[in-house]
């Protein structure tokens, strides 16, 4: 490769993202997805509160940003995480994404669960996550699947989520 070509591949001022996360259920009477609390007769098994969509976006985040994934910065063997709000730990990626100079284009967060509904929480976590990184929340969509009762999600037996972003740089004219 060329001299021009490497340093105009440097200076591309967006980046995109994949992330993804599933939790399996354990006894209990919520869950956390999208920093919203929705009633269930199920709970998230995990480290952290569980908040899958949140734990997606994150990865998304670092990968698009090339900061690795979201257990090298909040190990799953760390006391600090246990039980922790996923909604600092979004805060603190998006602090470190701005740190390098990256600002969020949008973002497309799609959770994948045969239950509970979701409809109804969507326009509550959009709000929620919106505000919490300071976008408008046009540019941050969230949407939902059943998997028609196949595989472990169709079961019953957790929920996953995936998450798309693009950045864009902060310091280019
Ligand atoms: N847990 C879920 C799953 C889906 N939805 C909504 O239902 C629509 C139809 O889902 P399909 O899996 O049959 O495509 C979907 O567009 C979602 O709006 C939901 O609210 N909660
Ligand atoms: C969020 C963290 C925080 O300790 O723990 P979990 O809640 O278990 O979630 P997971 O998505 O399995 O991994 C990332 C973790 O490091």
Known sequence: MSEQKSSSFQSVPWRVGHGFDVHAFKPGDHLMIGGVRIPFDQAFKAHSDGDVLIHAFCDALLGAAGLGDIGQHFPDTDPAYLGIDSTRLLTHVHALLMSHHWRIGNAD???????????????????????????????????????????????????????VVLIVRTDTA
């Open 109 to 163: 967060l799609t959770i994948i669960a045969q239950a509970p509904r979701m409809s109804t929480h969507i326009p509550a976590m959009r709000t929620r996550l919106a505000d919490l990184l300071q976008m408008e929340v046009g540019a941050l969509n969230i949407k939902a699947t059943t998997t028609e009762r196949l595989g472990f999600t169709g079961r019953g037996e957790g929920i996953a989520a995936e998450a």
